[in-house]
């Protein structure tokens, strides 16, 4: 009886032993499920793959859980992206705060010849004006279409370069300049404006020349050269012009001008086939051009070179210039200028004045022309005046010109006329202290022209070493001419200019007060 109880003691104590063992492994199955749902709520499913193969590797887990070790799924390459469609360059953004160098492509300008470039570049000029020595960029190999525009001061910063290296064209529409503009391209306003590069302004003047062939002012020089056959064109015809355009304005504008500006410098560049003048500088003070070329026919109406009115401290040199006018004009209110190698062909040479046109008073003051070159020019060096103005032109120095089939080499006029009559007047330009030296080359009409006011002969006219020989072309040949001229050979000319009076005039010719400069 006591071996009975025992046993069923010892029964009844295993099989609460072996509830309690299936309990405790349900409770470990559970606790194993809870964790594996709280990493995959925290895991991507790379690092879950990794997890699961090293908490399920163990042969004790696998004992308690009796599931199987799961299979980490096979890797795969990421899926590569379709290629993204080819998309157009943006386009260029405005340069960032505190740029100092503004490139017109940036502003807008197409560069391709034909669209209207002008906003954008008013846009760039408008940027750059605000920053002292900024740079507006007008690229290489690029035509930009450009109506008139002004890049003006007086509010802009200084020492802005406008760097041009591509081509500018004016339009060739009538409708672009209304009834008629002075310039196409006005810097105004400015202190220390360069322009420099190796680009082109094109001033599209063929269309200009051909609607006004007849109407220009015409050289008052022009009378002195008469073909031998008395059949050569005075106006040489032009190209047919495009009906299309219709007929321009009377009014032509100049190319280039600065106006009211210090310390300009113009350098590099081309400017060719203005309508009219190709380059203006108009009260400016201290004005540097150098190393740059004007290019325009022979024939082109009215089209000078480089043209200073009420300008000083102006220096030219190194400088190529073929126009139809004067190759530099110097007109009234011009002083202490320097022009020295400078090239000059075809053109109407080197010239101060017209003055006092209109009964007007110009003064011209402190001139220097040396170590020029002119071929084919219509005059060499030469003053020029109206009758009837009042001022002077004085200390002025021609030297060291080298001519070649120049028509009329040396000249003074005081009886300049561009019309086809003019008024006879007494008062005149009084012309003191002109000086020339070494003048030397071919002439094909005339060596010395001098035609001074019977009111106010001209006075301390001064030549050194003239050397000119006559070459017979297409005109009649004439001796050199002198009227109320008074000065001094310094040595003997060729041809001789025994028609200079030496001296100072017997007659009493005082300059009137109001003459004064």
Known sequence: MANMRGFSFRSLAFMIFIVLLVWSASFDTCIARR????????????????????????????????????????????????P???????????????????????????????????????????????????????????????????????????????????????????????????????????????????????????????????????????????PLNNTVQQHPPMPIRNELNGKMPSIKPTALRFYGSFNVTVTGITIQNSPQCHL????????????????????????????????????IRSTDLACGDDCVSIQTGCTNVYIHNVNCGPGHGISIGGLGKDNTKACVSNITVRDVVMHGTMTGVRVKTWQGGSGSVQGVLFSNIQVSEVQLPIVIDQFYCDKSKCKNQTS?????????????????VKPVHFACSDALPCMDVSLTTIEL?????????????????????????MPPISCLQIGKPSGNHPQRDYDAC
């Open 35 to 82: 964790g594996k749902h709280w990493r995959q709520s925290r895991s991507n499913p790379a690092s879950l793959a990794k997890k699961k193969g090293k908490s399920h590797g163990s042969s004790h887990h696998q004992h308690h859980t009796g599931v199987p070790k799961p299979k980490a799924p096979p890797h795969k390459a990421p899926a590569l992206p379709p």
């Open 84 to 226: 993204a469609p080819k998309e157009k360059a943006p386009k260029p953004s405005p340069p960032q705060k505190g740029s100092t160098t503004f490139n017109v492509l940036d502003f807008g300008a197409k560069g391709n010849g034909k669209s209207d470039d002008t906003k954008a570049f008013q846009a760039a000029w408008a940027a750059a004006c605000k920053v002292e020595a900024s740079t507006l960029i007008v690229p290489a190999e690029y035509e930009f279409f450009v109506g008139p525009i002004s890049f003006s001061g007086p509010y802009c910063q200084a020492n802005i370069v406008f760097q041009l290296d591509g081509t500018i064209i004016a339009p060739s529409n009538a409708n672009a300049w209304g009834r008629g503009l002075l310039q196409w391209l006005e810097f105004t306003k400015l202190v220390g404006i360069t322009i420099q590069g190796k680009g082109t302004i094109d001033g599209s003047g063929s269309v200009w020349w051909q609607d006004y062939p007849f109407e220009d002012p015409i050289d008052s020089e022009s009378e002195l050269i008469i």
């Open 280 to 315: 203006k500088f108009d009260n400016c003070v201290g004005v540097v051009v150098h190393d740059m070329r004007v290019s325009s026919p022979g024939d082109s109406p009215n089209t000078d070179g480089i043209h200073l009115q009420n300008s000083k401290d102006v220096l």
């Open 428 to 444: 005149a330009v009084a012309l003191s202290g002109i000086t020339y030296e070494n003048i030397r080359g071919t002439y094909t």
């Open 469 to 493: 020989k006559p070459l017979q072309e297409q005109y009649h040949l004439y001796d050199p001419f002198c009227w109320q001229t008074f000065g001094e050979l310094k040595t003997p000319t």
